[in-house]
């Protein structure tokens, strides 16, 4: 029989933001499995380091690109990925987060604005549904919510 049991978590969807501001102290979410979108700003060939920011250009995050290369993303190209959250010394001896890439793929074309916006509408309603306070499911509902978006 087929088991998903040793498959690798697909990554909880964080903006880059809301993970800058997670990663704030040495060793929270060591090894959490996560998937990230952000714009391609920086490319450290010879650290196999990534830099990406958020769609509003005021955060940014850093990505351990050594299990992803080689790729041909041109820089300014929007990115996803997924991978666990490691913490490592950086060249100041600062003790920082990264994200140690198992997979990245381009979605240029990907609107982020109605991404966030979506990803919002996904985790007010499994929050409502967890405190039991969720409206039964009704797909004319749910479609009308998506087309707002």
Same mark, same amino acid.
């Given at each position: ?5 040793? *498959? ?5 969807? %964080?903006? @880059?933001? !809301?993970?800058?501001? =997670?990663? /704030? #102290? ?9 998937? *990230? ?5 920086? %490319?450290? @060939?010879? !650290?196999?380091?990534? =830099?990406? /920011? #958020? ?95």
């Amino acid at each position: 029989m087929w088991s998903c049991a040793n *498959l690798p978590k697909s990554g909880t969807i %964080y903006t @880059v933001k !809301e993970l800058s501001e =997670k990663c /704030l #102290d040495p060793g929270t979410m060591q090894g959490e499995s996560v998937r *990230l979108n952000g714009r391609l700003v920086e %490319y450290k @060939v010879d !650290e196999s380091l990534v =830099k990406i /920011l #958020d769609r509003n250009k005021e955060f940014c995050f850093w990505i351990d690109a050594e299990r992803i290369e080689p790729f041909t993303l041109p820089l300014g190209a929007t990115v996803q990925l997924v991978g666990e959250i490691e913490w490592r010394e950086n060249q100041n001896e600062n003790i920082v987060p990264l994200l140690k890439a198992r997979t990245i793929r381009c979605v240029d074309n990907l609107d982020l604005i109605r991404y966030e916006k979506a990803l919002e509408i996904q985790r007010n309603y499994l929050q409502e549904e967890s405190l039991g306070s969720a409206p039964p499911r009704n797909k004319d509902a749910m479609s009308t919510e998506m087309e707002c978006i």
